[in-house]
């Protein structure tokens, strides 16, 4: 068996582990994009295990035994499958690097581990909260990847069964369950504040109207008010350099809309009812005679923005373009399907970031198609339509 003394060293690599679960709830917080998480926690957990096999007890030459299985595991349980062929990656090339008799071993047994925990979660999947069992079990079957032991010289494939596996399942049983319910808790907040962020009728970063509420609040207006109070909607998408994005965070996109709202302030009818689009660009009612004199309206709107400078908490400036469409919207029958469809509707190519705005009118695809229904129905369907949206979000 290990000596006593060289499972307290395992200590030091216990404690690394705790990296993990302020990685995952700190940096999903900060990325936007889901995708870009996963790569990035990926490169975390894989960080990790490199770390591990950098502290690692070697009983004989080229035989390491250490805890790199255990981020892996968890990446698979956890990240899915991009974060996890990220940690993966990592994780195999440092054990080819190192090298030694065991290095096929070791290549083995990161693998096995990465797809046990892929396996965990698909066969727990069905299970809204895994408790602390389900993860007991995934501690379990880490013992699994022991059988990576058979690509050792026999002598040491057979110390390693009888005196280092007892004592790393031990250690697996342990670890696994306690780390991965510190992660699975911090995944259950950030999936409570964003439930909450959802819930709320406007975004706490921009202060504009959510999907959902700007959907709602713009059938209301249409089916309570005259007949071309909402003839249309005006649809901005943001420009701005990629990289901005990328290097500021989440954030930046939320003060690029707050600051394209203000400078629409006083310039539209409907200016206080400025929405968001789940994709994030930019919503606005239109009344009838902002619809019929879209083109003066959106290049006076393209110069305003283009004149817009958003200064950045550590002082760097930048101006930012947008790509303004209007779609008209001929009854309450149209608005509603407008509406329903906005998400799917592609930008215009050209850009007015560039001191020469340019407007977009939609054309009426379709026209031939579609038969006007009977404005009677048309405000009974967008009446109805006000409490469907609501719901929406319920079955996604």
């Known amino acids: 068996m290990l000596q006593g003394y060289n499972v307290v060293d395992f200590a030091g690599p216990i404690g690394l582990l705790c990296v993990l679960i302020v990685g995952v709830g700190e940096i999903r917080r900060w990325l936007s994009s889901p995708k870009q998480a996963q790569y990035v926690l990926g490169a975390i957990f894989g960080l990790v295990a490199v770390i591990e096999m950098e502290m690692p007890i070697s009983p004989f030459e080229g035989v390491i035994i250490d805890l790199r299985i255990v981020p892996v595991i968890l990446a698979g349980a956890f990240l899915g499958w991009r ?13 080819l690097y190192i090298g030694g008799v065991g290095a096929g071993s070791g290549v083995a047994s990161v693998v096995i581990s990465g797809a046990l925990g892929a396996l965990w979660t698909g066969a727990t999947r069905a299970h809204l909260r895994r408790n602390f069992w389900h993860l007991c079990q995934l501690g379990l079957i880490s013992g699994l990847s022991f059988v990576s032991a058979a690509l050792l010289p026999a002598d040491i494939a057979i110390w390693f069964v009888w005196n280092a596996a007892p004592i790393l399942w031990l250690i697996y049983l342990v670890t696994i369950p306690i780390v991965g319910a510190l992660i699975q808790r911090e995944i259950r907040r950030i999936e409570a504040e964003h439930f909450m ?11 504009l109207l ?7 609040e713009t059938l ?8 071309g109070t909402v003839a249309g909607l005006l649809v901005i998408w943001p420009v701005y350099a990629k990289w901005l994005g990328t290097f500021w965070g989440s954030g930046l996109t939320s003060r690029v809309q707050a ?3 203000i400078a629409l302030v006083g310039r539209l009818t409907h200016s206080g009812r400025i929405g968001l689009s789940r994709h994030g660009h930019l919503l606005v009612p239109l009344t009838a005679e902002e619809v019929a004199q879209h083109q003066d309206a959106t290049e006076s709107l393209s110069r305003r923005l283009a004149q817009t400078e958003l200064r950045l908490s550590a002082g760097q400036k930048f101006r930012f373009g947008a790509k303004l469409r209007v779609l008209p919207a001929q009854n309450d029958a149209e608005l509603f399907d407008l509406l329903q469809s906005v998400e799917s509707i592609e930008s215009p190519s050209a850009m007015s970031c560039d001191g020469q705005p340019t407007s977009y009118a939609a054309a009426q695809a379709d026209k031939g198609a579609r038969q006007s229904r009977d404005s009677l129905f048309a405000k009974l369907d967008a009446t109805l339509a006000v409490s469907r949206t609501d ?6």
Do not use: H, W, Y
């Open 83 to 95: 974060g996890l062929a990220v940690c993966l990656v990592m994780a195999i090339t440092t054990r």
């Open 197 to 207: 962020r959802e819930g709320a009728s406007t975004c706490p970063d921009s202060g």
């Open 210 to 216: 959510r999907p959902a509420s700007f959907i709602r």
């Open 220 to 227: 209301q207006l249409a089916a309570t008010e005259p007949k």
């Open 259 to 261: 600051a394209m709202a």
């Open 391 to 396: 719901t929406v979000r319920l079955n996604d």
